[in-house]
C-alpha cells in the first residue's frame, strides 16, 4: 500500500497518508458534527458541533499514530527494525525491514498497538469522567466519550483473528511456537480470509439494508484483508525461498564449457546455436578461467569474430560470482550484486558443477511466491 501524503518522521520512522484515512477523518467529523453530537447533546450551535467534531476526528488520528509507534516502540527493541508506517482506513500499516524471529517477538509486537489503543479508551474514558465531574459542558464529556470508544473498538477490531489484523499476527505467532513460520502463515491467511468473507457479506447486507457508507466500509476492509494477507504470504514464501533454498536445485547442471582457443565465430555456429544457452564457462587445461557470454560478444566487431578467441572475449574469473552449491538464493544474489554480475558459477571441491543466472533465481522467487504451496514438507527447520 503506498502513502500519498506524507507526514514527516515520527520518532525517527517516515508516517505517510493514505488517501483512505483522510476520508475517514473527513466523516467521522461530518457524521459527529452532523448528526451524532446534535443527537447526543441537543441545543448547541453548529459551529460547536463542528468544533468538537474537527478536534474529535483530529484526536481519533493521533491515536490511530500512536497505536502504530507503539508497535515500532515494541519492534526497535527486539532489534526489529520499522522502514515507514502508512495510516490506512482503520488503522496502520508498519513497514518492517527485517523480520521478528521469534514467535515470541511477533507475538508482543503485535499486542503493542492494540494495547496501545485500549490504553487510550480507558485514558480518555477517564478524562471524560473527571471532566463531567468538573461540570463542562456536556458536548464534552460525549466527544471524550466517543473518543474513549472509538479506541476501544480500534482495539478490540485489530484483535480479531484475521491476518495481517494484529490478533491475525498473533494467531500466527501462537501456531509459528507449534510448527514454523510460514506453515503459521498460510494458516493464519487462510483464517483471514474467511473474515475478508465475512466481512465483505457483512458489507452486501448492510448496503442493502441502506446504510451504503457504511456497507461499503466493512466491503473495503475485508478486500484489504484479502489483498495484504495474500500479499504477505507471497511475501513470507519469497524470504523463506531466499534464506533457506540452495542454488543446488536452481542451478544448471551439468555445464557446457568451452576451450579458451576456439574463436568466436566457432563458438557461435557450434554452440550458442546448437545448446541455446546465453553463457559458456572458458576452459584452459581442464580448468576454469572465464565466463563468454552473448554480452560479451555483443561489444566485439562483427570483422574480428575469426581471429579472436573466447579466451581473450570473455569475462575473467575474478569478475564472476563464486558459489558453493549450499549457498542460499539471498547469498547468492547478494554475491552477483557485488560484482554487478548477472550469473554466477557454482563450485564444489574446487570443481565447476552448475552455474545460474540471476533470472533463474528471480524466476524461482516468483514460481514459487505463486504456488504460496511450494516445498511443504521441508519447511521444519525449528527457528
Ligand atoms: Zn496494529
Redesign the pocket.
Known amino acids: 500500500m503506498r502513502s500519498t501524503i506524507p507526514l514527516g518522521k515520527w520518532a525517527g520512522v517516515p508516517v505517510g497518508l493514505h488517501w483512505s484515512v483522510a476520508l475517514t477523518v473527513v466523516l467521522i467529523a461530518t457524521s459527529l458534527a452532523e448528526s451524532v453530537l446534535p443527537e447526543l447533546d441537543p441545543g448547541e450551535t453548529r459551529t460547536a458541533y463542528w468544533v468538537a467534531g474537527v478536534i474529535v476526528a483530529l484526536a481519533f488520528f493521533l491515536s490511530l499514530i500512536a ?2 509507534l507503539a ?1 515500532t516502540v515494541v519492534a526497535r527493541r527486539h532489534d526489529v527494525e520499522v522502514d515507514s508506517i502508512t495510516l490506512w482506513l482503520l ?2 500499516v508498519s513497514r518492517f525491514s527485517s523480520e521478528p524471529d521469534e514467535p515470541s517477538v511477533e507475538l508482543r509486537l503485535s499486542l503493542a ?2 494495547a496501545m489503543s485500549l490504553g487510550l479508551g480507558a485514558l480518555w474514558w477517564g478524562l471524560a469522567a473527571i471532566v463531567s465531574v468538573a461540570g463542562a459542558p456536556s458536548i464534552w464529556v460525549n466527544s471524550l466519550l466517543w473518543l474513549a470508544f472509538i479506541n476501544l473498538v480500534l482495539g478490540v477490531f ?1 484483535l480479531l483473528p484475521a491476518f495481517p489484523l ?1 490478533g491475525g499476527r498473533v494467531l500466527r505467532a501462537i501456531m509459528w511456537r507449534q510448527s514454523d513460520r510460514l506453515h503459521a502463515t498460510r494458516v493464519a491467511v487462510s483464517v483471514g480470509r474467511v473474515f475478508a468473507l465475512l466481512l465483505v457479506g457483512f458489507g452486501v447486507l448492510l448496503v442493502f439494508s441502506g446504510s451504503l457508507v457504511s456497507g461499503t466500509w466493512f466491503m473495503l476492509l475485508g478486500w484489504f484483508i484479502d489483498v495484504a494477507g495474500r500479499a504477505e504470504l507471497a511475501g513470507t514464501v519469497q524470504h523463506d525461498l531466499a534464506n533457506f533454498e540452495t542454488v543446488e536445485s536452481l542451478m544448471t547442471a551439468p555445464v557446457d564449457s568451452i576451450d579458451e582457443s576456439v574463436t568466436v565465430d566457432e563458438f557461435l555456429h557450434d554452440h550458442v546455436l546448437q545448446r541455446h544457452h546465453s553463457a559458456f564457462p572458458v576452459m584452459r587445461d581442464g580448468s576454469v578461467t572465464g565466463v563468454v557470454s552473448l554480452e560479451n560478444l555483443r561489444r566485439l566487431p562483427t570483422d574480428e569474430w575469426s581471429s579472436t578467441t573466447v579466451g581473450e572475449a570473455a569475462t575473467p574469473l575474478f569478475g564472476i560470482p563464486i558459489v558453493d552449491p549450499a549457498a542460499t538464493v539471498r547469498a547468492t544474489m547478494d554475491e552477483m550484486d557485488r560484482l554487478s554480475a548477472t550469473r554466477a558459477l557454482v563450485f564444489a571441491d574446487r570443481q565447476l558443477v552448475g552455474i545460474v543466472t540471476h533470472t533463474d533465481l528471480i524466476r524461482a522467487l516468483e514460481v514459487h511466491a505463486l504456488e504460496g504451496t511450494a516445498h511443504e514438507g521441508t519447511r521444519s527447520r525449528g527457528r
Open positions: 497505536h502504530e508497535h488503522g496502520g498497538g492494540p485489530n494484529d
